[in-house]
């Protein structure tokens, strides 16, 4: 059967259970917690179980660097109050329309097998690039974003065409993800995350970005700062942790509470 929901009453609201039996899956551990390892249209994919979901199965996906400062970026705490956590890798792609058609169809299965309509996004450093396209195409999916020092114009990572660093290497592969013909190209391209942030406020999409001033690869004035600004103008929510005397590592807070609760505030059906 497509859809298998084993169901029973909790705290007088149903709750479901969502079928993660994947073909030819391998179960391990990840932080703890129960977790189905597959293959999804040629990506290797994870789903982690809650111990105890939360009403309406809402779930947590990381675009980028899952287990990059994990304890520090909201997602095992995540787990502990309730949320399935995700991750599909499709490669060091920045976001590009490919990378999105991707995620579309993976968020779509995991819907499909009982997960929450609007699923969290977790975007750290280049993954908020695929975080905010994603939403901007896909606004519908989200539900609240959390970036971590993330990307929110390529120009600025890795092309280093502002006070940051950059890096060619990567700027070179970004120019290709997105089949670009020439730089020239690249820098005039319009759909950037902070160029796209009105489908997200029309959705409601609620925005915590965690951001180190000092941060010289991905520089705060060029990337979150430029979000914050705009998102506000829009009507949109949004929220910007600032570290002061922290650079772009390590990603995350020491205690990652704050995070948790504005993603737990937005993203959870049982509160609603």
């Known amino acids: 059967m497509l859809w298998f929901f084993v169901g029973w009453l909790l705290a007088g609201s149903q709750v479901f259970c969502a079928d993660l039996r994947f073909p ?60 399935h956590h995700a991750f599909i890798d499709v490669g060091n792609t920045f976001g590009s329309p490919e990378a999105i058609r991707q995620l579309a169809a993976f968020h779509d299965e995991l819907v499909r ?10 975007g750290i450093s280049r993954g908020g690039l695929y975080a905010q396209r994603y939403a901007a195409e896909h606004p519908d999916h989200v539900a609240v974003i959390y970036g971590d020092n993330p990307v929110c114009d390529f120009k600025s990572w890795p092309g280093g065409r502002g006070s940051g ?29 902070v160029d796209r942030l009105e489908p997200l406020a029309k959705a409601g999409i609620a925005v915590v970005h965690v ?14 700062l ?18 002061p005397d922290k650079g772009h590592h390590p990603h995350g807070l020491a205690d990652p509470q704050p995070v948790v609760d504005f993603v737990i505030e937005h993203a959870d059906l049982e509160r609603r």
């Open 24 to 83: 030819d899956e391998r179960i391990d551990s990840w932080h703890g917690y129960r977790r189905h390892v597959f293959v999804f249209q040629g990506h290797t994919a994870w789903v982690v179980e809650p111990e105890q979901p939360r009403v309406g199965n809402p779930w947590s996906w990381c675009m980028m660097f899952p287990d990059a400062f994990a304890k520090r970026c909201a997602a095992p705490q995540l787990l502990a109050a309730g949320f």
């Open 113 to 122: 097998r009982g997960l929450a309509p609007k699923a969290a996004l977790i």
């Open 165 to 193: 660093k950059g890096s060619p290497k990567d700027w070179a592969a970004c120019l290709a993800a997105y089949g670009f013909a020439d730089e020239a190209a690249a820098l005039a391209y319009s759909e950037n995350p």
């Open 211 to 224: 951001v180190g001033d000092m941060d010289d690869v991905v520089p705060p004035t060029e990337n979150s």
């Open 226 to 243: 430029v979000v914050e600004a705009r998102y506000r103008k829009l009507g949109g929510k949004v929220l910007v942790i600032h570290e």
